[in-house]
Each structure stands twice: as structure tokens, then as C-alpha cells.
């Protein structure tokens, strides 16, 4: 498609508003550098495929409940419902774009460089929402990837309820944490295929994302995520603190906060990660939007010189007649 830029310019990330949701044209988080239906095509089918590995990941788990207290699952379901999110606006968009402008245009505004300038909000509430889980989800599925193998799965194994670092009982393929009802250790970083997929693979897809689509990264929006990291710390220390500070209340082996010396170098480790994962996602964005608009000018160009060409031929072929 025919788009001019829709990037902001790098000294306008500093202004106050871009720490909000708002940005000036919509088609950032509708369309990419594929053409449009094949990018519906392609939001719908990833949709279904992490999904359906969330199905899968269910299935297996033997834990009941338990698995909604890990931040692997959490994120993950994040991670799904944000694909399916994103999937439903792409369907709608694209049938608007082939069918009706009308209505195109309400769901959609156009949008404007004026737009762009003054900071002027043009998406809806459901952009927003998009827009929100996309940023909170990728950088949470790379982080949970990169802290399960680096953290987690280099964990020696130990009995003592006093090793800051010990990898305990875990039913695959969820994350090493302490079993109620037996408190042995024991290292379970199986590679197993829902496990790859809760602890890899879908790193790999929220990265392929960023770099498929167009939505834009804001270098203030860092904080989301920070915040989401912070509320799930708070949330292990109540769940610990419920459990009168035993080990059946430790989820993660590396937040055990009998030892709160490691666990809150854990917890600073864990709140600073997706500030720097996010910063590297900015960076990957923004060279994202340049080779982009180095493409569209390109693009734009050649189309120029054709109608150039066209127009002299037109106008040889009548002075010939003349």
C-alpha cells in the first residue's frame, strides 16, 4: 500500500504525551510491510497457534490452580489474548479497507501530519487496548524466556528451604517452584515441546512480531511493563506471606523470601530486566521504521519515474503527429 511514514520523529519521543496511548495514524497497528490481506492472513493463523499452545500447556499441567500463579503462564495468557486481540482488529480493518469506506473511516481515521505534529490522538479505545498488551507482552515473553534459562534452569539443586538459588519440585513443564506436599528438589528443565514453547518459542514470536508489524514502540512506554513486573512481586510476596512464610508459598525458587537479601536482588533484577529488554525492542523499532521508509520511498520513486516515462512518451508521440 501506498503510505507515507507513519514513524515519529526521534526528538518528539521526549514530549510529555507520548508516556500515554496515543498516537496520530492507526494504520501502525493495522497494516505492514506485507500486503494487507496477507498480513490478515498472517495475524490470524499466529493467533491460533499460540492458542492453541495454550491449550496444550493446560492440558498437561497437573497442578490445578498453581498455574496461574506463575508469571510464565500469566504472561503467556497475556501473550494470546493480545495475538487474538490484534487478529480481530486485522479482520475487521481489512474488511472495512475492501468493503466499506464509510465505516472504515469511523472505526479508522484517516490519518494526518498535522496529527503527527501536535501530538493529535487518532486511535480508538480497542487500538489502545492493542497497543497496551503488544508492548506489555512482548518484552514480558522475552524477559520470562530469558530469566527461566539464565536464572531458573542454572539453578543447583538443593534441600536446604534456605538456598537462595535452589530449583525445586516441578510437575512439566512448568517452572521449578516449592510442592506443598513434597518438599525434595529437583532441576525440571525439560525441553519439552510445551515447554519450548512457553519458554522460547514464544519469545521468538512476540520478536518476529515486532519486526512484521508496524506497531510503534515509545521510548516512555518502558514503564508498562515495569509496573505489570512490580504488582506480580507484590502479588509472590502476599502468596508467600499467606502461607505464613513456608515453602509451599514460594512460587519461584529465586523469590523465596526467607532469604530476602537474594530474593530482593531477584526482585531489582527482575523489575530492571524489561526496562533494558525494552530499550533494545525501541531500538529494533526504530531501525524497523527506517528501512520501512527507506522501502516506501523507494517505492514511491520508481512509481514516479514510470509516470514520468509514460507522460514523455505521451508527449514525443504527439509532437511526432505534429
Same mark, same amino acid.
Given at each position: ?15 510529555? *504525551? ?10 501502525? *497497528?493495522?497494516?505492514?510491510?506485507l ?25 498437561? $499441567? ?10 510464565t ?46 501530538g ?15 508492548t ?11 530469566? =527461566? ?20 519440585? #516441578?510437575?512439566?513443564p ?9 518438599l525434595? #528438589? ?25 519486526c ?19 504488582? =506480580? ?5 502476599i ?36 526496562i ?15 528501512? $520501512?521508509?527507506?522501502?516506501?520511498? *523507494? ?24
Amino acid at each position: 500500500m501506498d503510505d507515507p511514514s507513519t514513524a515519529i520523529p526521534m526528538r518528539e519521543e521526549f514530549h510529555w *504525551f507520548r508516556l500515554l496511548l496515543r498516537y496520530h495514524d492507526v494504520r501502525a *497497528f493495522t497494516t505492514s510491510w506485507l500486503p494487507l490481506p496477507l498480513f490478515c492472513v498472517y495475524r490470524v493463523l499466529i493467533a491460533l497457534y499460540v492458542l492453541a499452545w495454550l491449550l496444550a500447556a493446560g492440558a498437561v $499441567y497437573t497442578s490445578g490452580g498453581l498455574f496461574f500463579t506463575y508469571l510464565t503462564y500469566q504472561s503467556y495468557i497475556l501473550l494470546v489474548a493480545g495475538f487474538l486481540w490484534r487478529a480481530a482488529v486485522s479482520v475487521v480493518y481489512t474488511a472495512c479497507y475492501y468493503g466499506s469506506s464509510k465505516t472504515l473511516e469511523w472505526l479508522f481515521p484517516a490519518p494526518s501530519l498535522v496529527a503527527r505534529d501536535y501530538g493529535q490522538d487518532k486511535t480508538r479505545w480497542y487500538i489502545k487496548v492493542s497497543w497496551f498488551i503488544h508492548t506489555t507482552s512482548t518484552v514480558l515473553a522475552v524477559g520470562v524466556a530469558l530469566a =527461566y534459562w539464565a536464572f531458573l534452569c542454572s539453578s543447583p539443586t538443593k534441600s536446604s528451604h534456605n538456598s537462595p538459588t535452589s530449583a525445586l519440585s #516441578t510437575v512439566s513443564p512448568s517452572p521449578p517452584y516449592y510442592n506443598a506436599t513434597n518438599l525434595t #528438589t529437583s532441576v525440571r528443565c525439560e525441553v519439552t515441546a510445551t515447554n519450548l514453547h512457553v519458554h522460547g518459542i514464544n519469545a521468538v514470536i512476540a520478536f518476529l512480531d515486532v519486526c512484521i508489524s508496524r506497531v510503534p514502540f515509545q521510548l516512555f512506554h518502558f514503564f508498562y511493563t515495569s509496573i505489570l513486573t512490580f504488582l =506480580y512481586l507484590v502479588f509472590t510476596l502476599i502468596y508467600w506471606g499467606a502461607h505464613n512464610g513456608t515453602n509451599s508459598g514460594v512460587i519461584y525458587s529465586i523469590l523465596d523470601y526467607g532469604n530476602y537479601t537474594y530474593a530482593g536482588l531477584y526482585a531489582v533484577v527482575m523489575v530492571a530486566l524489561p526496562i533494558l529488554l525494552y530499550l533494545a525492542l525501541f531500538g529494533i523499532a526504530v531501525l524497523r521504521d527506517v528501512i $520501512y521508509d527507506a522501502l516506501q520511498k *523507494f517505492s514511491c520513486s520508481k512509481a514516479r519515474m514510470k509516470v514520468k516515462r509514460r507522460s514523455d512518451v505521451e508527449d514525443f508521440k504527439l509532437e511526432s503527429l505534429q
